[in-house]
């Protein structure tokens, strides 16, 4: 079946200029996820959404990043005025509902973001 | 402040022999891990989990440990094959998603 599908696969733009990182997560899972793993590092939290529920955006690394999830499905990551800092892959995850307080998360292949 | 992280940056073994992936972990109050595989190019991949009530859990070639008392996670691989070569992470389950440790990359040599 269809897994988590990310675009663009590579992005890269200027300093200075917004960008913006969609998820199209699998179909009927409530959660969804953004990570950012920068060359040789681990994956950094950024954002959690869960059902209709207020984002978890405590991972943010600044107000220039920003997500939204329309209709409780595809969600957009933008990152405005753009960095050097902010090149990283970006990682998208979504898990499907459950009663347990674990739910295994898939993974999109990534954006890979090069900021000039 | 808290963080899961890795003992070991890379690995390298030979086609045939075990590897053994090492995690230290400090958040005492976690009571969910997970090693993740990924490979070049890729996103994670679950590979195996386990909850704190356990000490052990075995999958298809592979098997993780937990030691609670010195908060450190290990994952073995049985027989490593070519296709085992990949990064390899440990994270620790938080309530808003999960903590990630660096990795370790893991090479298998013919």
């Known amino acids: 079946g269809a897994g988590v599908s990310q675009s663009p696969s590579n992005k890269v733009t200027e300093k200075g200029k917004d960008v913006e990182l969609r998820c199209d997560p699998i179909?009927?899972?409530?959660?969804l996820y953004w990570y950012r793993q920068s060359l040789g590092q681990g994956l950094e939290f950024l954002i959690y959404?869960?059902?209709?529920?207020?984002?978890?955006k405590s991972g943010l690394p600044s107000d220039r990043f920003s997500a939204e999830r329309t209709g409780g499905s595809v969600s957009t990551l933008t990152i405005q005025r753009t960095q050097q800092e902010d090149s990283a892959v970006y990682l998208c995850?979504?898990?499907?509902?459950?009663?347990?307080?674990?739910?295994?998360?898939?993974f999109g292949p990534g954006t890979r973001l090069t900021v000039l | 402040g808290e963080s899961v992280g890795l003992h070991l940056p890379t690995l390298s073994v030979q086609e045939g022999d075990n590897s053994i992936i090492n995690c230290a972990y400090s958040?005492?109050?976690?009571?969910?891990f997970i090693w993740y595989k990924q490979e070049s190019g890729k996103g994670p991949q679950f590979i195996i989990d386990?909850?704190?009530?356990?000490d052990k859990r075995q999958g298809q070639r592979v098997t993780v440990l937990l030691n609670k008392t010195v908060k450190h996670l290990s994952l073995q691989i049985a027989a490593t094959q070519p296709g085992d070569s990949a990064v390899y992470f440990c994270?620790?389950?938080?309530?808003?998603?999960?903590?990630f440790g660096a990795g370790t990359r893991l090479t298998v040599k013919p």
């Open positions: 995850a979504s898990s499907p509902p459950t009663g347990i307080s674990y739910n295994e998360q898939f």
């Open positions: 179909s009927g899972h409530t959660a």
């Open positions: 959404f869960q059902g209709n529920s207020a984002p978890d």
């Open positions: 958040n005492s109050a976690s009571d969910y």
């Open positions: 386990i909850r704190s009530n356990m």
């Open positions: 994270a620790e389950i938080e309530p808003w998603g999960m903590r």
